[in-house]
């Protein structure tokens, strides 16, 4: 092949690699909208990675949740601890977010649909500069639940390296009635794939 031959095919394949890249940074900007903050999954885990994007731990080999506790969106105190005998649904949402947008109706709807079994979802709001974008995206979407407000992600930190730690924005998690993490996914979530992560947790005794 000539030496002009090959430097015309150079623009190509580097518009190519450009294409590719692109894609792909725009399938990641689809799927979560960044990091949550944390150091992420690293060190010895004893979880299982689902290829259904859900990973979840045996009862007997949980890790306690941290402490997550501080104001909420409204100003008022909220220790997730309390709810400790419920099956706690935790979600890290953001109102700039698209993803998170796209699954709060359904968070909603299990929400009300599981209150009376013993589910408490809490969310953490992340990211948003004030409480405002935060209350009104709540209000127009008519959740139900209460949100501690994150806004460095200082909560999301707490979480220990090589657990079901949350790592994208948005994250869910589900904490067991003895107040120790089940189960993770970090995509958002139709109803089914929440009914997924739940209802075995749900069923525990």
Known sequence: ???ARRADQRPNRTRAALFSTGAAIAALVLSAC????TSGGAGNSNFVA????????????RDTAPDLSGKTIDGKS???ADYKGK???L??????CPPCRAETPNLVKVAKATAAQGVQFVGINTRDPSTS???AFEKAQGVPYPSLYDPTGKLMLRFKKGTLNPQTIPSTIIIDRDGKIAARTLQ???EDKLHEMLDPVLAEK
């Open 1 to 3: 092949m000539s030496a």
């Open 34 to 37: 960044g990091s949550g903050g």
């Open 50 to 61: 689902g290829k259904d994007g859900i990973s979840t731990v045996a009862k007997g080999s």
């Open 78 to 80: 909220l220790d997730v």
């Open 87 to 89: 099956v706690v649904v």
């Open 91 to 96: 979600n890290v949402w953001g109102s700039w």
């Open 133 to 135: 974008p935060a209350k």
């Open 188 to 190: 958002a979530l139709s």
